[in-house]
């Protein structure tokens, strides 16, 4: 594909509910973050994978909070009984970075899912 | 605390005019120092990172590690730079590349 892909664009849910965030990433890239962007602040981190395993979840809020990427490709970002507080835009990057390489590779960022919690 | 701070939330200047977009920031080890862009309707995207010190779209930005800052400048600003601006930084040789950006600038050049 051309970029990094996500989807749904927007997602509205009610309190409580559950929802699913997908990432697709540009091929061949190892490693992919999630970030969370509240209203007038900038993204914050949130989970990194390389490969198939989150080598760092250390921004995950809480337990509500859990993201897989199964086949070391897409992503999905997963979020159990919603609050209002999680409305955001919820981001996805992915890189070709190699683990451990010590080097920054540039980072290229999907377009966004608007999640608003009702 | 490793933290980011953009003072302005808003910058809006003439065209033609310099610009100086201000970026501190603190951290504990040995960072390195981004700066992206958002464009209307389009993803964040990066402009320049210290290491390479390049001018991008005629926007340089030099580290100066004694004021812990990272100040974004153009010297003539025209209506397509007008976007919004993250200062970012990240563990340099880190083992994650995570990024730590700051809550932005909108910069808006008038016509």
């Known amino acids: 594909g051309a970029g990094v892909s996500q989807t749904p664009s927007n997602k509205v849910t009610e309190k409580g509910k559950y929802v699913e965030l997908r990432c697709d990433p540009i091929?061949?890239?190892?490693?992919l973050y999630w970030y969370r962007q509240s209203l007038g602040q900038g993204p914050e981190f949130l989970i990194y994978?390389?490969?198939?395993?989150?080598?760092?979840d250390s921004g995950l809020p809480n337990d509500r909070f859990f993201a897989v990427r199964p086949e070391g490709s897409v992503s999905t970002l997963k979020i159990q009984r919603t609050e209002r507080g999680d409305s955001a835009v919820y981001l996805c990057?992915?890189?070709?970075?190699?683990?451990?390489?010590?080097?920054?590779?540039?980072?290229?960022f999907g377009q966004g899912t608007r999640l608003t919690v009702v | 605390a490793q933290r980011v701070t953009q003072p302005e939330k808003l910058l809006s200047v003439f065209k033609g005019a310099p610009v100086e977009l201000k970026c501190n920031y603190s951290?504990?080890?040995?960072?390195?120092l981004f700066w992206y862009v958002q464009y209307s309707r389009q993803r964040l995207q990066l402009l320049l990172r210290?290491?390479s010190r390049e001018s991008i779209k005629g926007f340089t930005a030099d580290l100066n590690k004694g004021e812990t800052s990272f100040h974004l400048k153009k010297p003539f600003a025209q209506e397509e730079d007008s976007a919004m601006y993250y200062c970012?930084?990240?563990?340099?040789?880190?083992?994650?590349?995570?990024?730590?950006f700051g809550t932005g600038t909108l910069l808006a050049v008038q016509p």
């Open positions: 990057a992915s890189s070709p970075r190699a683990q451990g390489a010590g080097i920054y590779t540039e980072a290229f």
């Open positions: 091929s061949g890239h190892t490693a």
């Open positions: 994978f390389q490969g198939t395993g989150a080598a760092d």
């Open positions: 951290y504990s080890g040995s960072p390195e």
């Open positions: 210290h290491i």
């Open positions: 970012a930084l990240t563990e340099y040789g880190g083992a994650t590349n995570k990024l730590i």
